[in-house]
């Protein structure tokens, strides 16, 4: 767990701005990874204190940046001004020698306060971990801190305190976070990012939602990284649920990349049966989520062990178009070869075949006829053979109904195209639901 401390020095400066001390914030990294960075910059060194007076916040001359001015004795005033003078040159020895004189004297809220100030400039300085954290709990424990700065006194706390392996401090400093912003959204992220950090995904993901709750209820959105991290954690855990969330982030956020990690994690954690691969690899091409060489080639493998040259031969001509395939490849060139070689006699046979297929008392001939027909994009008329073989005997209406939906989506026929997928029943009621929601993102 890093903490941004150039960052923090920046926020914590003696008479300076007394912002919000804030924790770097995870970066998303598409749904299944999240990380912190850490920025490398210099912090500005802590100016004089001011006279004795009592405490204030007058304007700083820069818009929204108030100043800080502490209530410090003639002798507290006296003390400090060695330990800060050093601290201006990075005189980090100096600051040492002075910064005893500066604790005895310091007997008020404000003049303890500065003096953690000091001490966690020495700690950053030198890179002391521990300096550190003694002045992070010195913070806290002056009575000067602002309220608006202790969430974020609180969180490094618990960071340094994991780090150390404290967990109980680190509990400690997490539960004072989580009283004193109930209600704010930010705070309860930090929280689940440290339940994340220490592996209580289910916990983690319990404050994520109540933060989902508050910004709803705010009117406000929730971030596409809000959702990926949640969607990660439930992910590495194998939680059931992870479906939903995924489901919850392509409605939000429906581009390609959410479409592609939202149904790779249903194929893995949505108990999908193995006849349903070849009708989630067409779903994932209607939602432009083939992005990898494995992506076509799985689909292009699928088709052409369901005997579906001209589907083959489609696959292979868009990946070539969008790059992510080489026509030079070798599994790609034999394919596609023998794709291409099998289209002419194919296509010539399909009038024949239709003419069988609507005549024959069982619903096969017309299903399997309208996978070709689908495969070619001829949808219409995959959608009349797939409704065909819904009147006819011996056919799965589901495995039908999902085809059915999808010839007619593709086809642009959106509501006899949801209500094919509504009469989806069992094992492919999931994949129905995601093509539904696909629909209502089309605007």
């Known amino acids: 767990m890093k903490i941004n401390w150039p960052a923090l020095a920046?926020?914590?400066?003696?008479?300076?701005?007394?912002?919000?001390?804030q924790s770097e914030p995870a970066q998303g990294q598409g749904a299944l990874e999240s990380l912190r960075s850490r920025q490398k910059q210099k912090a500005p060194p802590p100016p004089q204190p001011q006279p004795a007076q009592p405490a204030?916040?007058?304007?700083?001359?820069?818009?929204?940046?108030p100043v800080r001015e502490y209530n410090l004795s003639r002798a507290e005033r006296t003390a400090l001004t060695p330990a800060i003078q050093a601290a201006e040159r990075s005189d980090w020895p100096a600051v040492e020698a002075a910064l005893p004189a500066a604790v005895a004297a310091a007997q008020g809220a404000d003049a303890k306060y500065v003096v953690a100030q000091v001490r966690l400039r020495i700690g950053i300085g030198t890179n002391n971990v521990p300096v550190q954290t003694q002045a992070i709990d010195e913070l806290i424990a002056s009575g000067g801190a602002q309220p608006i700065e202790l969430p974020g006194l609180?969180?490094?706390?618990?960071?340094?305190?994991?780090?150390?392996?404290?967990h109980a401090k680190a509990e400690r400093a997490m539960n004072e976070l989580a009283r004193l912003s109930p209600n704010d959204p930010e705070a309860i992220v930090r929280i689940a990012r440290y339940r994340a950090g220490?592996?209580?995904?289910?916990?983690?993901?319990?404050?994520?939602?109540?933060?989902?709750?508050?910004?709803?209820?705010?009117?406000?959105?929730?971030?596409?990284?809000?959702?990926?991290?949640?969607?990660a954690l439930a992910y590495r855990a194998r939680m059931p649920q992870a479906v939903g969330y995924a489901r919850e982030l392509v409605q939000a956020y429906p581009n390609p990349t959410n479409w592609r990690d939202a149904l790779l994690i249903y194929r893995e954690l949505g108990n999908v049966p193995a006849g349903i691969t070849l009708d989630l690899r067409r779903f994932m091409r209607a939602a432009q989520a083939l992005t990898s060489e494995r992506d076509y080639n799985e689909l292009a493998e699928g088709a052409n062990r369901a005997g579906l040259p001209g589907e083959v031969k489609a696959v292979i001509d868009e990946g070539i178009s969008r790059g992510t395939l080489q026509a030079s490849s070798p599994w790609v060139r034999d394919l596609s070869r023998l794709a291409g070689g099998r289209i002419p006699e194919d296509r010539a046979s399909l009038p024949g075949l239709r003419t069988q297929a609507l005549a024959a008392g069982a619903g096969e001939?017309?299903?399997?006829?309208?996978?070709?027909?689908?495969?070619?994009?001829?949808?219409?008329?995959?959608?009349?053979?797939?409704?065909?073989?819904?009147?006819?005997?011996?056919?799965?209406?589901?495995?039908?109904n999902t085809r059915l939906g999808a010839a007619l989506a593709l086809a642009g026929q959106r509501a006899e195209a949801e209500a094919a997928f509504r009469a989806v029943t069992g094992p492919r009621a999931e994949l129905a639901q995601f093509w539904l929601l696909w629909l209502s993102t089309r605007g």
């Open 56 to 65: 204030q916040t007058t304007p700083t001359g820069q818009p929204g940046v």
């Open 365 to 400: 001939p017309a299903r399997q006829l309208g996978d070709v027909y689908y495969g070619y994009g001829q949808y219409a008329d995959a959608a009349a053979l797939y409704r065909a073989a819904l009147q006819k005997s011996g056919e799965d209406a589901n495995l039908v």
């Open 198 to 231: 220490r592996n209580d995904n289910a916990g983690a993901i319990q404050q994520w939602q109540r933060a989902f709750q508050l910004r709803q209820a705010a009117g406000q959105p929730i971030s596409e990284d809000w959702r990926k991290q949640v969607l």
């Open 10 to 21: 920046a926020m914590l400066v003696v008479g300076g701005s007394a912002a919000l001390l």
């Open 154 to 166: 609180y969180e490094t706390q618990a960071q340094l305190a994991t780090t150390a392996g404290n």
